[in-house]
Nanobody, 120 residues
Framework: QVQLVESGGGLVQAGGSLRLACAAS????????MGWFRQAPGKEREFVAT????????DYLDSVKGRFTISRDNAKNTVYLQMNSLKPEDTAVYYC?????????????WGQGTQVTVSS
């Protein structure tokens, strides 16, 4: 079983930056794609970014392209989401998960997530 713990969220002004981290523990393996998702109040959870097992391929939600960067450090079992030029509409709880890269379907149960709040 794998446990994923998200961290790095907080309150930031529009235009600011945050770096989220997702640390995996337990029976980890680096051969999974990883994804970041978010859920804003009253909205469904949505895909934000994904990275394949090697880190050589990434994909993003259109609205975050050019502002967010996903990366991973397999030696540390950690995935990151660098978020720049944040907008109020980026406010949400952010979650990470191991996923099937082609379908973006999550493999794990959702963790606690980390709250990101962007003020205008």
């Amino acid at each position: 079983q794998v446990q994923l713990v998200e961290s790095g969220g907080g309150l930031v002004q529009a235009g600011g930056s945050l770096r989220l981290a997702c640390a995996a523990s337990g029976r980890t393996s680096s051969i999974y794609a990883m994804g970041w998702f978010r859920q804003a109040p009253g909205k469904e959870r949505e895909f934000v970014a994904t990275i394949n097992w090697s880190g050589g391929s990434t994909d993003y939600l259109d609205s975050v392209k050019g502002r967010f960067t996903i990366s991973r450090d397999n030696a540390k079992n950690t995935v990151y989401l660098q978020m720049n030029s944040l907008k109020p509409e980026d406010t949400a709880v952010y979650y990470c998960a191991r996923i099937i890269y082609s379908t973006r379907a999550p493999i794990d149960s959702w963790g606690q997530g980390t709250q990101v709040t962007v003020s205008s």
